[in-house]
């Protein structure tokens, strides 16, 4: 059979075409525990920026306006963390217990809970071995018990949460008999690197002693805390 050769020069050229498209790809989700973006910036609240100046020709440079906006904010957030780190009526937790951790991580290890005694040591928003977090990602309850040098009348305490944040949903002191005393329990509105503060009436009796109750579920990810803050006094 014969073929018209206009037919082969209307075909080869679409041929030609079809072989030049780029096929297209999903990416794979990874399953396994990968940091999180330590790019994010502090949450804190910027104070009100003045108008932008303009450039000549009255041209206003709104990248120079930003950065002053993000500059004073930055400077902000160190300052509370500096004002909270000096608290002389605060102090940290020497020792700690947790009802997981990352790998049933012991003693010193990363992500155990005694990560999360001390001062805060996790300077930026993401995973980190510095912190403590629960052997499961949003398995539910989990919680961090915390041990305080001394018995105080409590005033507050601090969250230092540090990763997934937002999580917390209840906070216990324990009296010198032991006995529980629940003073704070509810939606936890912390973002990124940023502590819970939960003020209240000084207690009647002493505590050295904090749990943490979070939910994991509540928040996706590994829910990570770096350090908690008992704040209060002798009398």
């Not at 790019?39 to 609240?45: E, G, L, Q």
């Not at 450039?55 to 206003?60: D, F, L, S």
């Not at 509370?80 to 217990?97: C, F, L, P, V």
């Not at 008999?177 to 819970?196: F, I, K, R």
Request: proline fraction near 6%; hydrophobic fraction near 40%; include cysteine.
């Amino acid at each position: 059979m014969k073929i018209n050769p206009k037919l082969i020069c209307c075909f080869l050229p679409l041929l030609f075409l079809s072989g030049c498209k780029k096929s297209s790809s999903t990416p794979e989700t990874s399953t396994t525990k990968a940091p999180a973006s330590t790019n994010a910036a502090p949450a804190a609240t910027a104070p009100a920026a003045g108008a932008p100046a303009a450039a000549p020709g009255g041209v206003v440079d709104a990248g120079a306006s930003a950065e002053t906006t993000a500059k004073m904010a930055a400077t902000e957030w160190a300052l509370k963390q500096d004002e909270i780190k000096r608290d002389s009526n605060g102090q940290w937790a020497i020792q700690a217990t947790a009802s997981s951790a990352y790998n049933d991580a012991q003693g010193a290890a990363g992500f155990s809970a005694n990560q999360a005694t001390g001062a805060p040591n996790v300077e930026k928003y993401g995973d980190n071995e510095a912190a403590w977090t629960a052997k499961t990602p949003d398995s539910g309850i989990e919680w961090l018990d915390l041990k305080y040098p001394k018995p105080v009348h409590a005033t507050e305490v601090r969250v230092r949460e540090s990763n997934a944040s937002g999580a917390v949903i209840k906070i216990d002191f324990y009296d010198e008999q032991g006995v529980a005393h629940a003073v704070w329990q509810g939606n936890d509105p912390t973002t990124e690197l940023n502590y819970l503060m939960v003020k209240f009436p000084k207690t009647t009796f002493k505590t050295d002693r904090v749990k943490v109750t979070l939910a994991t579920n509540v928040v996706p990810g590994w829910n990570e805390i770096d350090a908690v803050q008992l704040v209060g006094t002798d009398q």
